[in-house]
């Protein structure tokens, strides 16, 4: 599988292949009563914070949303019908942005290879005629998958503090760009940014209507800021590890691979007494 994006057109192609399965990562106050008022036909539901994430009590353990372990996931794909096997194709309604784009980097950390991301998301595939139901598929629960480990690169708090104003090290910041300077907060208790991390606002991803960039024109963003670095030198975070997974989704999408993703984000470091960067803007 070539794209980790799939438009609804191309999807509308294979809705009757029996590998398919569609899944709900819609992320709203109450995820379920989002679903349950209506999603895409036969699409099954994602819980972002439950089957996604394991949110501890206290943030400053692994930020608001800390990676599950690799055992339970196994367990809730397993719950899902997902198998080797399966081609997923995932949608949430921000193109990515929510946790559609979060599942595909997990799915992808496991070794699965058949995921893609629904181009433009809930409102496209509304806009492309796809039907709206309120009922639930019924699962087909198979035995958990079968991977031991995270294999996509994944760095530690400390990593991060190591490694942040070390010319040979990118750390990526994909905030926008009021929350970077510290204009304001609206999410998490400190307003600011990790000292040395470059600031590429995950919305400079897309066009004006919200589809993502040509991977030319991705490649044109971020290969000068790359030069000649591995992606085990460049991190990429967010405010909890969701969205960053929407950059790391653009640079496989524009070639440029799968880097290295800072789960903990700022929701972890605001919280553990590390340095605070700001500017003025």
């Not at 699409?43 to 599950?68: Q, Y």
């Not at 690799?70 to 194709?89: A, K, M, Q, W």
């Not at 998301?121 to 492309?128: F, I, N, V």
Request: proline residues 7%; charged residues 20%.
């Amino acid at each position: 599988m070539n794209s980790p994006l799939i438009s609804p057109s191309e999807l509308k192609l294979k809705l009757d292949h029996p590998n398919l399965l569609l899944l709900d990562a819609r992320y709203s106050p109450n995820p379920r009563q989002t679903y349950e008022k209506g999603h895409l036909a036969g699409a099954i539901f994602v819980d972002p914070n439950e089957d996604l994430a394991d949110i501890k009590e206290n943030f400053a353990e692994g930020g608001r949303h800390p990676l599950p372990e690799v055992s339970d996931f196994c367990e809730t794909l397993g719950r899902l019908g997902i198998n080797p096997e399966s081609h997923l194709v995932i949608y949430d309604d921000q193109n990515g942005a929510n946790a559609a784009a979060r599942m595909w980097w997990m799915l992808r950390a496991l070794g699965h290879q058949k995921v893609q991301v629904l181009e433009g998301g809930y409102q496209a595939a509304l806009a492309a005629g796809f039907s709206v139901s309120k009922d639930s598929p019924t699962l087909t629960p198979t035995s958990a998958y079968p991977a031991s480990e995270w294999t996509l690169g994944i760095a530690s708090m400390d990593d991060v503090e190591a490694v942040a104003q070390d010319k040979n090290y990118l750390v990526i910041d994909v905030r926008s760009a009021e929350r970077y300077r510290g204009d304001h907060e609206p999410i998490d208790l400190i307003a600011g940014h990790i000292p040395g991390a470059e600031n590429m606002p995950l919305t400079d991803n897309m066009d004006a209507s919200g589809r993502f960039h040509s991977p030319e024109q991705i490649r044109e963003r971020y290969l000068p800021l790359f030069g000649e670095m591995d992606n085990e030198h460049i991190i990429v975070h967010c405010g909890s590890g969701v969205s960053a997974c929407h950059t790391l989704l653009a640079l496989d999408y524009a070639g440029l691979g799968i880097p290295t993703l800072y789960v903990g984000s700022w929701s972890e470091w605001s919280r553990n007494d590390k340095p605070i960067g700001k500017t003025l803007g």
